[in-house]
């Protein structure tokens, strides 16, 4: 059985920081690229990193690059994502998704959420003060 479980989120002041973990099963992992999308209310989702399967290339969105940093541990079957500096338009559920043949889908380098595969449920991050 495939499943994604996104953990870490919670609610935090602006300027802070969480560290997101998205831990993976029932599929070849190392075999599928890992995307992390947020939906805040009433807009739509949209892609915030995305990594390969080998981790040879990370994309962000313009929004969060210099403050997230994607990362994975294939040994594991998890992905992380650390945000740093959060802000309120952070605010959202955060989801993982896994997309193979193991690239990202990417539109001028921000990730697309139309390749994924499989999702997890999500996890709610909520900046405020």
């Known amino acids: 059985q495939v499943q994604l479980v996104e953990s870490g989120g919670g609610l935090v002041q602006p300027g802070g920081s969480l560290r997101l973990s998205c831990a993976a099963s029932g599929f070849t992992f190392n075999y599928y690229a890992i995307g992390w999308f947020r939906q805040a209310l009433g807009k739509e989702r949209e892609g915030v990193s995305c990594?390969?399967?080998?981790?040879?290339?990370?994309y962000y969105a313009d929004s969060v690059k210099g403050r997230f940093t994607m990362s994975r541990d294939n040994d594991n079957n998890t992905v992380y994502l650390q945000m740093n500096d959060l802000k309120p338009e952070d605010t959202a559920v955060y989801y993982c998704?896994?997309?193979?043949?193991?690239?990202?889908?990417?539109?001028?380098?921000?990730?697309?959420?139309?390749?994924?595969?499989?999702w997890g449920v999500g996890t709610l991050v909520t900046v405020s003060s």
């Open positions: 998704g896994a997309e193979t043949p193991g690239f990202c889908t990417v539109v001028d380098g921000i990730p697309y959420d139309y390749g994924v595969d499989y």
């Open positions: 990594i390969t399967s080998s981790a040879d290339k990370i």
